[in-house]
């Protein structure tokens, strides 16, 4: 760095060798062509070899000109783009980018999201919902490569909590109930009556190896398990619309649905949890490697774990 010459000099020189023209380079910087001369000047006085040939009202390059124009000019559009990757660092280092499976993101996520902005009133969140958080094997093949592959600074996975080059922190358990609309929880009497009754899947749980569904709560319930009428959703979003419609019972996690609970919207048929192996972790580059909002958003989610669920109206049909 020693060697060069200012800087400013250097870019004078560029934008008249370019233009071919001080009064050009002038009008392109926003200076007089006076500051123009000066600098070239200066600049060959430097370097002890002249860069222009001067003639009445034009100028033009020299061989040496000539021959150093097309990497000077390379080496600022280097520069310019380093510059703006600086710029764009600082102008982005409050955007936190969070992926989680759809129904976590919308009834989980978005209702709190309010705390977070209060905690971090410049921050911007941008919200991705995928079922590509869901991990179909104990031993995740996500790791760090497809977390900045995919531009995401925290995601919130459904799985096992196994990933090798990542940090995984749990979240929140997966413990599904019976839960339906109350119009429909009024006509159900006893756990042997559910078969009857259209069941409910958020098919997000099939994409699991091992998946968690009704056959396995009949079955923990030590009850015959015989033929289910199932109705299948794409995914956790579509099954609560249907529950809530009265169309079925849906095998759903309390937490997910609390609001739902809470207003009186669902009830909770049985208070016969099936325990899942399969948690809510929430997944980042971790310490020393995350940008600061990410940690800071990804310390937000799990105070938000621990924080009491406030109470819901016992909904639960007696058994």
């Known amino acids: ?43 060959e006085e430097y370097l002890g070899v002249d860069l222009f040939v001067r003639h009445h009202r034009r100028v033009s390059l020299t061989p040496a000109a000539r021959v150093a124009l097309p990497e000077l ?66 031993d995740s093949v996500f790791g760090l490569a497809d977390l900045k592959r995919a531009g995401i600074d925290v995601s919130v996975r459904l799985g096992y909590g196994n990933y090798a080059d990542l940090e995984p922190q749990r979240l929140l358990s997966l413990d599904l109930v019976p839960i339906c609309a109350p119009e429909l929880a009024a006509t159900v009497d006893g756990v042997d009556s559910l078969r009857g009754l259209p069941l409910l899947c958020d098919s997000t749980l099939t994409r699991i190896n091992e998946p968690y569904g009704w056959k396995e709560w009949f079955k923990q ?14 995914n956790g979003l579509l099954a609560l619309e249907a529950a809530m419609a009265g169309q079925g019972v849906l095998l759903g996690s309390r937490d997910l649905h609390q609001a739902e ?59």
């Open 73 to 138: 000019h390379e080496g600022f559009h280097i520069l310019g783009r380093a510059v703006d990757k600086i710029r764009a660092y600082g102008e982005e280092r409050l955007i936190v980018t969070v992926c989680a499976e759809p129904l976590f993101a919308t009834k989980w996520i978005v209702p709190r999201l309010h705390r977070f902005y209060a905690r971090c009133p410049d921050a911007e969140v941008r919200l991705q919902a995928s079922l590509h958080t869901v991990d179909r094997l104990r």
């Open 1 to 43: 760095m020693s060697r060069l010459p200012p800087l400013i000099a250097l870019s004078y020189f560029e934008v008249a060798a370019r233009t071919k023209s001080f009064a050009a380079a002038a009008k392109e910087l926003n200076v007089t062509p006076a500051a123009i001369s000066h600098q070239i000047k200066s600049l």
């Open 221 to 234: 319930q030590g009850c015959e398990i015989g033929t289910l009428r199932e109705l299948r959703f794409g």
């Open 261 to 319: 609970l809470g207003a009186g919207k669902l009830s909770v048929l049985f208070d016969r949890p099936l325990n899942c192996d399969q948690a809510y972790y929430v997944v980042s580059a971790g310490t020393g490697l995350e940008r600061p909002i990410a940690g800071q958003f990804r310390e937000w989610l799990l105070d938000e774990a621990n924080m009491p669920s406030p109470g819901l109206a016992s909904h639960a049909a007696q058994v």
